[in-house]
């Protein structure tokens, strides 16, 4: 039987997907970081900032956060099926290679709409006030990345094969520049010229951008733009380099 791209990415997503059901507090472990990076920085906050509440600005930092934590470790997943033998399974399996990045790129972002869901509702008590509209706008965004870095997160595991090590040096090495760049935590505008121009480098700073606009109803606005754009092209790229990189696998 001929089975379809689409019907083998369906194929792939459902099977990435079905732990994450089993198991939800897997989703919960992943905030955890950022929770507390929420708990321990908004404090440290001025009440307002640009005549905000200080959330306004702070929290959908803290929902990025979550999104490249969470889909910059999932590639842990693949390097534990490649030394379990699970991978060298689906390889010769009759499922197409682009679809076991494709399936499991799309599967990144069920868990980062649910964390996403999760830090809006542990905040709103506090005074945090997300527009409608534009945290619809901002979830799509976010979706969009997530498939992105996902996929990278998983080239990166196919490229360490079994060197775990190498894999979480990389992730590290990565993770909290980009993060900081991005002025998730501090604003970088009043930093160094140098400092501000490795932040307009940065992917992320555009998606944190957009986020802050959307979530406080700014829905037609050049960091929206941008930040849709930056998504699209983390996407392109992810899912280009993670395909090559799965068809090369052996």
């Known amino acids: 039987m001929t089975t379809t791209f689409l019907t083998d990415t369906t194929t792939v997503f459902v099977r990435e997907l079905r732990p994450v059901l089993r198991d939800p507090f897997s989703v919960i472990f992943t905030m955890v970081q950022p929770l507390f990076f929420l708990a321990l920085f908004a404090p440290l906050l001025p009440q307002t900032t640009g005549g905000q509440s200080a959330l306004q600005w702070f929290v959908p930092g803290i929902v990025v ?3 490249l934590f969470a889909t910059s470790t999932t590639g842990s997943n693949l390097l534990f099926e490649m030394q379990t033998g699970a991978h060298e399974r689906m390889l010769v399996s009759p499922l197409r290679r682009s679809a076991l990045i494709v399936g499991r790129a799309l599967k990144e972002i069920v868990p980062v709409l649910a964390q996403t869901a999760l830090i809006v509702a542990a905040t709103v008590p506090f005074g ?3 527009h409608p509209l534009g945290t619809v706008g901002g979830l799509l965004i976010l979706g969009v990345f997530s498939i992105g870095l996902g ?3 998983y080239t990166l595991a196919l490229a360490a094969k079994n060197t775990e090590w190498l894999f979480w040096a990389v992730q590290q090495t990565l993770l909290f520049p980009l993060m900081l760049l991005a002025g998730m935590l501090l604003p970088v505008e009043n930093g160094p010229g140098w400092l501000r121009a490795l932040s307009r480098l940065n992917p992320l700073t555009y998606v944190v951008d957009a986020q802050r606009a959307l979530f406080n109803g700014d829905l037609i606005t050049p960091a929206v733009a941008w930040g849709a754009l930056a998504a699209a092209a983390t996407a392109a790229v992810g899912l280009w380099v993670g ?5 090369r696998a052996n």
């Open 65 to 67: 956060m979550s999104c």
């Open 128 to 130: 945090f006030r997300p």
């Open 151 to 153: 996929a990278l997160s």
């Open 243 to 247: 395909i090559t990189a799965m068809r």
